[in-house]
Nanobody, 122 residues
Framework: QVQLVESGGGLVQAGGSLRLSCAAS????????MGWFRQAPGKEREFVAA????????YAADSVKGRFTISRDNAKNTVYLQMNSLKPEDTAVYYC???????????????WGQGTQVTVSS
């Protein structure tokens, strides 16, 4: 079992940047593909980005490509989401997720964090 704790959310103006972190504990994080989802008020949870266990492969939703970058540091058991050029429509609760399998759109990971709020003002 792996436990996930997100941090780094907050309030930022449109065009600004934030970096989210997800600290994993309980099992070696290198055993898991990691990723981020988000859920805006009144909307379904949606896939944002994922990274393979080694970090060699990444995948991002079209809505964030070129603006968001996912990375990981297995030595620190941490995954990051660098978010640049933020837009008001990026406002959501962002959730860290982990699964032994690589996951993308349409795949539901087995392990989830509690989420961190990101609010982008216009």
């Amino acid at each position: 079992q792996v436990q996930l704790v997100e941090s780094g959310g907050g309030l930022v103006q449109a065009g600004g940047s934030l970096r989210l972190s997800c600290a994993a504990s309980g099992r070696t994080v290198s055993m898991y593909s990691m990723g981020w989802f988000r859920q805006a008020p009144g909307k379904e949870r949606e896939f944002v980005a994922a990274i393979s266990r080694s970090g060699a492969s990444t995948y991002a939703a079209d809505s964030v490509k070129g603006r968001f970058t996912i990375s990981r540091d297995n030595a620190k058991n941490t995954v990051y989401l660098q978010m640049n050029s933020l837009k008001p429509e990026d406002t959501a609760v962002y959730y860290c997720a982990a699964d032994p399998r690589f996951f993308t759109i349409g795949t539901i990971p087995n392990h989830w964090g509690q989420g961190t709020q990101v609010t982008v003002s216009s």
